[in-house]
Nanobody, 117 residues
Framework: QVQLVESGGGLVQAGGSLMLSCAASGIIFSSSSMAWYRQAPGKQRDLVAG???????NYADFVQGRFTISRDNFKNTMYLQMNSLKPEDTAVYYC???????????WGQGTQVTVSS
C-alpha cells in the first residue's frame, strides 16, 4: 500500500514559521523525485518546491528565499521549512512523489496552512 501522510500545518501569524513533513511508505523512496504543491480556494494547484533523488532543488518564485525543501531517505520523509510566512501562503499543501523506476505519481491528502495578518 502506498501512503503519503502530511503533517505540520496549522495557524500562524504573518512573519512566522512552520515545518511540514511528508512521511512515505510503500514506495521506492530513495530513487524518487518529490515535491510540495499548494492549492488555495478557487485556485489551481501550484508547485512550491521540488527535490530530486540526488538532492537538487527548485523553488517557485513566490517562495524563493523563504522556504527550504529537504528529504531524509533513511526516514522516508520529506520536509518543507517555511519562514517569513505571508497571508498569501494560505493554502492546502500537498506532498507529491514521482516514483522511479516505475514512473508512477502519488499524492498525499494535504495539510492546511493558514497565515493570518
Amino acid at each position: 500500500q502506498v501512503q503519503l501522510v502530511e503533517s505540520g500545518g496549522g495557524l500562524v501569524q504573518a512573519g512566522g514559521s512552520l515545518m511540514l513533513s511528508c512521511a512515505a511508505s510503500g514506495i521506492i523512496f530513495s530513487s524518487s523525485s518529490m515535491a510540495w504543491y499548494r492549492q488555495a480556494p478557487g485556485k489551481q494547484r501550484d508547485l512550491v518546491a521540488g527535490i530530486t533523488r540526488d538532492g537538487s532543488t527548485n523553488y517557485a518564485d513566490f517562495v524563493q528565499g523563504r522556504f527550504t525543501i529537504s528529504r531524509d531517505n533513511f526516514k522516508n520523509t520529506m520536509y518543507l521549512q517555511m519562514n517569513s510566512l505571508k497571508p498569501e501562503d494560505t493554502a492546502v499543501y500537498y506532498c507529491n512523489v514521482h516514483e522511479r523506476p516505475t514512473m508512477k505519481i502519488f499524492w498525499g491528502q494535504g495539510t492546511q496552512v493558514t497565515v493570518s495578518s
